[in-house]
Structure formats: structure tokens, C-alpha cells
């Protein structure tokens, strides 16, 4: 049984249901015993289209933040409660998102990369067609790795391509061997998984298998409700029975303290 999920948005990402404390006593109920909040951040240097219905505004910041330490703190003879946010990596803006957070006392970010570039509009990952792109998108998601400042990588296999061409999985072990050399654990994603989304994909956990990735499941809840979900936990432990992967249960949530801790 999952006992903890690191991978849980709030209602300000703008397209997840529920008030923050019902995630809580769902999770409580479902024995979870360590939750991480990690809604969509937002992005200085992004406006308009950005936001729409995709990502916390940057004004819901400060209110995302006092609700889930106060919630911590309620709750904490129950359930271990941790503060982080899903975030995309944009070179040109990354420094600026970074200073922007410090003061907040976010305690980790999962990286979750939905764009192959730092354009607002530009391809959605699952509908990136060629290998050009999707290339381009598997080498910025390997720069925000080495960056050294996120617990793990959300749903890695959400980039399109057709997966039976060679180079979907010359790409996927690419993206695979630099997770591993940097010791970042992979996602198996849940909301893919029980909506039959294009990810998880099994050939790049196939792959994942024979590299030897560590694996974190991750319920993406976008609903209180998905903590009870028994059916997709259960799919996803036969993926990971037939390539033979390593699951983690814990994170390490700390590399984004220790990065402002060494900058002081």
C-alpha cells in the first residue's frame, strides 16, 4: 500500500477540485503517512495564456503557502505533511523563478516539464510529432537535472513521439542514464496511468528497467478522491513487476534547502 505521495495540486492550479484540507483527511483515510503538496508554480516572466487554467498565479503563491504549513502543523501528530511545487525548467527565467520562491520556505520541487522550450505557447509535450523536438525536449530536462535542485521527475515519459520508432528509445535511455548518473528518481504517474493518458509508457520504463532507475510512484491528485484509487496502485506494481524496477517510498526533499542554505 502507498505511503506517501509527494504528487498533489490544490484547487489553484485552476484545474483541480477540492479545498486543501480534504486532500489531507483523504490521505489520512487512505493511509498515507507522508503527503507533499506540489502544485503547479507559478512563473515570473510568464503572463496571460500562461496561466490560464494551467498554473498557480504568482499572487496565489503566499496563500498556497500559509495554508499547507498551517495545515502541517494541525495535523502533524497524524500525518507528515511537506511543502514543494511541480516546476518546469525555462533557462532564461530559471534564476528569476529561484529568487522568486526563496522567501516562501518551499521545502522541494519535482520537476514536471510540459514544454520543450521557454515559449508560452509553445508544443505541448504530448503532441511533440518529431524527433528534432523531442530531442530538444530530452536534453532540457536533462540541463534541470543536473541543475541539482529537484527530488525527482514528474511523469518523464510524457513526451510524444512515436514509441515504436529507434528514436523514442534512443532519447528514452538517454533521459534514463542521466537520471540514474545523477541519482533522481523517475515517476511512474497515476492520473496517466488510470485516464489511459499516452504516459506511463511501458516502453520507457522498459527501458528504465535495464538502466536501473529507481521508480516513485506519484498519484498526480488532482482530487481528493484518488487516494482511495486501489485499482491503479495495483497497475502500477505489475509495470513495475515486468521490468523489474526498483520502487522508492521516500525522497530526498532537501536539495532545495541545502541550494539556499549555501548561498547565505
Given at each position: 500500500?502507498?505511503?506517501?505521495?509527494y504528487?498533489?495540486?490544490?484547487?489553484?492550479?485552476?484545474?483541480?477540485?477540492?479545498?486543501?484540507?480534504?486532500y489531507?483527511?483523504?490521505?489520512?483515510?487512505?493511509?498515507?503517512?507522508?503527503?507533499?503538496?506540489?502544485?503547479?508554480?507559478?512563473?515570473?516572466?510568464?503572463?496571460?495564456?500562461?496561466?490560464?487554467?494551467?498554473?498557480?498565479?504568482?499572487?496565489?503563491?503566499?496563500?498556497?503557502?500559509?495554508?499547507?504549513?498551517?495545515?502541517?502543523?494541525?495535523?502533524?501528530?497524524?500525518?507528515?505533511?511537506?511543502?514543494?511545487?511541480?516546476?518546469?525548467?525555462?533557462?532564461?527565467l530559471?534564476?528569476?523563478?529561484?529568487?522568486?520562491?526563496?522567501?516562501?520556505?518551499i521545502?522541494?520541487?519535482?520537476?514536471?516539464?510540459?514544454?520543450?522550450?521557454?515559449?508560452?505557447?509553445?508544443?505541448?509535450?504530448?503532441?511533440?510529432?518529431?524527433?528534432?523536438?523531442?530531442?530538444?525536449?530530452?536534453?532540457?530536462?536533462?540541463?534541470?537535472?543536473e541543475?541539482?535542485?529537484?527530488?525527482?521527475?514528474?511523469?518523464?515519459?510524457?513526451?510524444?513521439?512515436?514509441?515504436?520508432?529507434?528514436?523514442?528509445?534512443?532519447?528514452?535511455?538517454?533521459?534514463?542514464?542521466?537520471?540514474?548518473?545523477?541519482?533522481?528518481?523517475?515517476?511512474?504517474?497515476?492520473?496517466?496511468?488510470?485516464?489511459?493518458r499516452?504516459y506511463?509508457?511501458?516502453?520507457?520504463?522498459?527501458?528504465?528497467?535495464?538502466?536501473?532507475?529507481?521508480?516513485?510512484?506519484?498519484?498526480?491528485?488532482?482530487?481528493?478522491?484518488?487516494?482511495?484509487?486501489?485499482?491503479?496502485?495495483?497497475?502500477?506494481?505489475?509495470?513495475?513487476?515486468?521490468?523489474s524496477?526498483?520502487?522508492?517510498?521516500?525522497?530526498?526533499?532537501?536539495?532545495?534547502?541545502?541550494?539556499?542554505?549555501?548561498?547565505?
Amino acid at each position: 500500500m502507498l505511503k506517501a505521495n509527494y504528487h498533489t495540486h490544490t484547487f489553484r492550479c485552476m484545474h483541480a477540485a477540492g479545498e486543501d484540507r480534504e486532500y489531507v483527511e483523504a490521505a489520512i483515510k487512505a493511509g498515507i503517512r507522508v503527503l507533499g503538496c506540489s502544485d503547479h508554480t507559478p512563473y515570473v516572466g510568464f503572463d496571460g495564456d500562461y496561466y490560464s487554467g494551467f498554473r498557480m498565479r504568482p499572487e496565489a503563491l503566499e496563500d498556497y503557502v500559509n495554508s499547507v504549513n498551517s495545515l502541517k502543523e494541525e495535523y502533524k501528530d497524524r500525518i507528515e505533511i511537506h511543502l514543494g511545487l511541480e516546476a518546469e525548467y525555462y533557462p532564461r527565467l530559471f534564476e528569476g523563478f529561484l529568487r522568486f520562491i526563496e522567501p516562501y520556505g518551499i521545502e522541494y520541487l519535482i520537476l514536471g516539464q510540459h514544454f520543450p522550450d521557454s515559449d508560452q505557447y509553445g508544443c505541448y509535450a504530448p503532441y511533440i510529432n518529431d524527433a528534432e523536438t523531442a530531442e530538444k525536449y530530452v536534453n532540457q530536462c536533462i540541463e534541470a537535472m543536473e541543475t541539482g535542485l529537484f527530488s525527482y521527475v514528474a511523469h518523464p515519459d510524457i513526451f510524444g513521439l512515436d514509441r515504436s520508432l529507434p528514436q523514442f528509445l534512443e532519447l528514452s535511455e538517454k533521459y534514463c542514464r542521466a537520471a540514474k548518473a545523477l541519482d533522481i528518481p523517475l515517476e511512474l504517474n497515476f492520473l496517466g496511468l488510470s485516464q489511459n493518458r499516452l504516459y506511463p509508457c511501458e516502453e520507457f520504463f522498459a527501458v528504465a528497467g535495464k538502466v536501473g532507475n529507481k521508480i516513485i510512484y506519484g498519484r498526480d491528485a488532482h482530487n481528493p478522491n484518488v487516494f482511495f484509487d486501489r485499482e491503479t496502485e495495483e497497475r502500477a506494481d505489475e509495470v513495475l513487476k515486468k521490468y523489474s524496477l526498483e520502487r522508492m517510498e521516500n525522497i530526498d526533499i532537501t536539495r532545495l534547502s541545502r541550494y539556499f542554505s549555501g548561498k547565505k
